[in-house]
């Protein structure tokens, strides 16, 4: 059991770069994403960007803000040097490098190569002999970072960062490795692992330390699995089962300390910290078996998924430690909903899919990539959202700059360099193999060749989702094969919002699907949120999904007070925003009908190609005398990814339609 348990790990990482395992006899593989090629325009378009722009500007970025100067002292340590910035500035470097790796193994590209061999050459200099790698403590040993404190580990609890620098350290060299074949930098992150394995445990000599900031165990368990030393494994798992035990202990603010993991069932504290703890402990409880650890994460997927889930698919609702609000706290206009946190959910629910195989988180995964994710980033790539809020007056002061503008870079950068690392990866999240079930998880148009029981089977995709619900899947096994397709059926079909009652569909429509294969119609009952076609296939086999497509109301539960008395607009996965550039009056004095009629528009030219909406309101407005009145207005609407393109104004997701939602 466990050597194919840790076979199916190594098809995990598929998602960094690793070749697909065969008969890995744990419930779900990942396809590697250099097996699937995206064509379609709305992810090719985001694909290139992240190319084209995102990963140049954010090493560029990297020389200009000093991120590569920092690792030139630290060769060169000295006590006249200034330690400013921040504590993981280095993180920065690692997730550049680490979305280039990916995007070079889909374009190859000698020029990057070498020059990220020219900024490796840099990094392994200012590494120590005993291999630790920290330059906010290394520069400067004497007067290190403030957050750091004059001995290590001493502060890694609370700000310094020390194992935070270390999992995107990991995450990073393996991508590099996995792209390049070299060790150059796999090597360094070993040696910094093992510094922190030496020193860190409840042996004689060792500290008792857990990491203020979570992203470690998700590394140290891909270490494991790439270099077979259990030993990596051992310190993730201690990461985690200490977490609560130590001096933090009650500390649930900011980092999940307040109880041991296996007692925590809300998700408390800095949003993102938390969600990379949650996906560490799906990949240590699938790397070991450890059934304890499933059951906590997903009691805590529950609290999240019924309790403090946005629509647009963010999470952690305040300002404060950038966290997690109480139950049902969603406020709108000033909604955290870091970038960071939601690329930290899809990881989560992705892990969940592989341990459970539902669809029901891919429909967690779908809203949040559609909508609180991308958001993050401008259409052209070049440009960023650090908080992601549902609301904007242009007037509410952020911690990251002042009013809401998309900036090309921040102080504390994470966002920028986390959508880097990212978007690159996405194809490796639209197929998924089990035995003799290959599963389709997501809608876009593309070419693949996939490994199913040991057998290559080309499939293609050609859509124009998530404009339209028609999807051609075509499957050519090399020559006749019996499988089962799992095609899918997204939440919103089936008349669900989310896997829960936090937000419901308010319309009384019911949307239908169709299946055919070679234009027959196929009938199946779903599996777990899957259509299945078990058959034996033959080459340029056709299969054909219609999903219905039309703009819905959303209401969400009466305990979420903010939404009291409002509505929301989606169609498909897309959730929809009300903005200033398309409205000449105040969006947030617009009454939405009881029964609204919503048409769709094509607009090709307007925002990369979009579908608008619109539909018919009323205006509610003072005149001179004070008197209100009325007046009939038509209200545009745009896809809430594409906000805040055209400058800063007001926006809003949820619309009021009732006056009680005045209050």
């Given at each position: 059991m466990k050597n194919s348990i840790i076979l199916f790990l190594l098809t995990l990482y598929c998602l960094t770069g690793f070749s697909q395992t065969k008969g890995s006899g744990y419930p779900i593989n990942p396809v590697p994403f250099t097996s699937?090629?995206?064509?379609?325009?709305?992810?090719?378009?985001?694909?290139?960007?992240?190319?084209?722009?995102?990963?140049?500007?954010?090493?560029?970025?990297?020389?200009?803000?000093?991120?590569?100067?920092?690792?030139?002292?630290?060769?060169?340590?000295?006590?006249?040097?200034?330690?400013?910035?921040?504590?993981?500035?280095?993180?920065?470097?690692?997730?550049?490098?680490?979305?280039?790796?990916?995007s070079m193994q889909t374009w190859p590209d000698k020029k990057l190569v070498r020059y990220i061999d020219s900024v490796l050459t840099i990094v392994a200099a200012a590494q120590e002999p005993d291999g630790y790698l920290f330059t906010a403590r290394t520069m400067n040993p004497q007067h290190p970072h403030d957050w750091v404190g004059h001995e290590r580990w001493a502060k890694v609890e609370e700000y310094s960062h020390e194992f935070y620098n270390l999992g995107h350290l990991l995450e990073s060299a393996i991508a590099h490795y996995q792209a390049t074949g070299k060790r150059n930098f796999l090597d360094i992150a070993i040696r910094y692992a093992d510094c922190v394995e030496r020193s860190i445990g409840d042996k004689p000599g060792q500290v008792a330390r857990v990491p203020g900031h979570q992203i470690a165990e998700m590394g140290l368990a891909k270490l494991y699995v790439v270099t077979g030393?259990?030993?990596?494994?051992?310190?993730?798992?201690?990461?985690?089962?200490?977490?609560?035990?130590?001096?933090?202990?009650?500390?649930?603010?900011?980092?999940?300390?307040?109880?041991?993991?296996?007692?925590?069932?809300?998700?408390?504290?800095?949003?993102?910290?938390?969600?990379?703890?949650?996906?560490?402990?799906?990949?240590?409880?699938?790397?070991?078996?450890?059934?304890a650890y499933i059951h906590a994460i997903d009691r805590l997927w529950d609290n999240v998924v019924s309790k403090k889930l946005y629509i647009t698919g963010g999470i952690g609702a305040r300002h404060q430690h950038e966290s997690f609000g109480d139950n049902y706290e969603l406020p709108n206009l000033t909604a955290y909903n870091e970038t960071c946190a939601a690329i930290a959910n899809v990881y989560w629910n992705y892990r969940l899919f592989l341990l459970h195989g539902e669809a029901k988180y891919f429909d967690v995964l779908e809203r949040t990539l559609y909508n609180g994710l991308i958001s993050g980033v401008s259409l052209d790539g070049g440009t960023f959202f650090y908080p992601n809020p549902l609301e904007s007056d242009s007037k509410f002061k952020f911690n990251r700059g002042s009013t809401l503008v998309r900036q090309p870079w921040f102080d504390s950068s994470c966002c920028p360099s986390n959508v880097s690392r990212f978007i690159p990866s996405l194809p490796g999240y639209v197929y998924a193999v089990k035995n003799n079930d290959l599963y389709v998880n997501l809608f876009m148009g593309n070419d693949a060749v996939l490994d199913v029981e040991g057998k290559k089977v080309a499939v293609s995709q050609s859509t124009d989702y998530p404009w339209t619900g028609d999807i051609n899947i075509k499957v050519s096994p090399r020559s006749k094969q019996q499988f089962t397709l799992k095609v899918r059926v997204p939440g919103w079909v089936q008349g669900e919002v989310v896997p829960s009652d936090l937000y419901s569909y308010a319309d009384g429509k019911k949307l239908n699907y169709t299946v055919t294969v070679n234009g027959a119609k196929v009938d199946s009952k779903l599996e777990k949120g899957y259509f299945a076609i078990s058959r034996q296939w033959k080459k340029d086999d056709v299969v054909k999904v219609h999903f219905d497509m039309e703009p819905r109301v959303v209401k969400a539960n009466d305990k979420v007070e903010a939404d009291r008395g409002k509505i929301s607009i989606e169609r498909g996965p897309i959730v929809y925003c009300a903005e200033w550039a398309d409205n000449d009056f105040d969006i947030f004095s617009v009454v939405i009908n009881q029964k609204p009629e919503i048409r769709v528009e094509t607009k090709p030219d307007l925002l990369k190609g979009i579908?608008?909406?619109?539909?018919?309101?009323?205006?509610?407005?003072?005149?001179?005398?004070?008197?209100?009145?009325?007046?009939?207005?038509?209200?545009?609407?745009?896809?809430?990814?594409?906000?805040?393109?055209?400058?800063?104004?007001k926006m809003s997701v949820w619309l009021l339609q009732n006056l009680n939602g005045l209050n």
């Open positions: 699937v090629k995206v064509t379609d325009q709305f992810w090719g378009q985001r694909l290139n960007a992240s190319r084209e722009v995102t990963i140049p500007l954010a090493f560029g970025k990297c020389e200009e803000t000093g991120r590569y100067e920092n690792f030139h002292k630290a060769a060169h340590p000295s006590p006249d040097y200034k330690v400013g910035g921040f504590s993981f500035d280095d993180t920065d470097v690692y997730k550049t490098i680490e979305g280039a790796s990916y030393e259990k030993k990596y494994l051992d310190l993730a798992k201690y990461f985690l089962d200490k977490r609560g035990y130590t001096a933090r202990k009650g500390d649930a603010f900011t980092r999940q300390m307040h109880k041991p993991i296996l007692e925590q069932d809300e998700a408390v504290g800095h949003a993102v910290r938390a969600v990379y703890m949650y996906s560490g402990i799906a990949d240590v409880a699938a790397l070991t078996g450890d059934e579908h608008q909406l619109k539909t018919t309101a009323q205006l509610l407005a003072q005149n001179e005398t004070g008197r209100l009145q009325v007046k009939d207005v038509t209200l545009s609407l745009i896809p809430y990814y594409a906000w805040n393109h055209r400058g800063s104004g």
